[in-house]
T-cell receptor, first 112, second 113 residues
Framework: DQQVKQNSPSLSVQEGRISILNCDYT??????FLWYKKYPAEGPTFLIS?????DKNEDGRFTVFLNKSAKHLSLHIVPSQPGDSAVYFC???????????FGSGTKLNVKP | DAGVIQSPRHEVTEMGQEVTLRCKPI?????LFWYRQTMMRGLELLIY????????DSGMPEDRFSAKMPNASFSTLKIQPSEPRDSAVYFC???????????FGSGTQLSVL
């Protein structure tokens, strides 16, 4: 069973607008969440993370929001740029789980 | 640092053949992970090592899959015999500590005909 779900396989956004990628999880014990970005023919690269003690973390154009009660996190990209076109994976874990659980990914296309 | 290095980048083989994927983790990283990416299941953890010792292989699909880490700078994932359903992208990743961010290699695209 998938403990981390990304229900939107793809998203298309106009350059300059906001991109919002969503992720849901089922295990309330998860306390650390990450987003990875993957370009074709490359491995995923770390983008941004958030601990469950926070509800928001910002890094430049990228902000991750965590809603623990809803077991939901989202990644906001503002403004979106064509170079942001990639597959985005969310991942979750808890300290003693010793593994990350990944979602299936959302393919973002930012149109010029 | 060159990052995590995987070889080959692409592998095409016939059903029943043995396939060996290779990985060199980042120097100083104590943890090494093997993941498989498929359309249906996304990124699945197959096995991970800590200081060259396999810790959790519960994600290995079946006995046809095996992984080794003979030293801190090299690991292999072997499939014998390979089957068409093994076709996927296989990623190796490493990290300094468990539950810290992973550094992924570029992956091996495996096609079993």
């Amino acid at each position: 069973d998938q403990q981390v779900k990304q229900n939107s396989p793809s998203l298309s956004v106009q350059e300059g607008r906001i991109s919002i990628l969503n992720c849901d999880y089922t295990n309330s014990m998860f306390d650390y969440f990450l987003w990875y970005k993957k370009y074709p023919a490359e491995g995923p690269t770390f983008l941004i993370s958030i601990s469950s003690i926070k509800d928001k973390n910002e890094d430049g154009r990228f902000t991750v929001f965590l809603n623990k009660s809803a077991k939901h996190l989202s990644l906001h990209i503002v403004p979106s740029q064509p170079g942001d076109s990639a597959v985005y994976f969310c991942a979750a874990t808890k300290y003693n789980f010793n593994k990350f659980y990944f979602g299936s990914g959302t393919k973002l296309n930012v149109k010029p | 640092d060159a990052g995590v290095i995987q070889s080959p980048r692409h592998e095409v083989t016939e059903m029943g053949q043995e396939v060996t994927l290779r990985c060199k983790p980042i120097s100083g990283h104590d943890y090494l992970f093997w993941y498989r990416q498929t359309m249906m299941r996304g990124l699945e953890l197959l096995i991970y090592f800590n200081n060259n010792v396999p810790i959790d292989d519960s994600g290995m699909p079946e006995d046809r899959f095996s992984a080794k880490m003979p030293n801190a700078s090299f690991s292999t994932l072997k499939i014998q015999p390979s089957e068409p359903r093994d076709s996927a992208v296989y990623f190796c990743a490493s990290s300094v500590r468990i539950n810290e961010k992973l550094f992924f290699g570029s992956g091996t695209q495996l096609s079993v005909l």
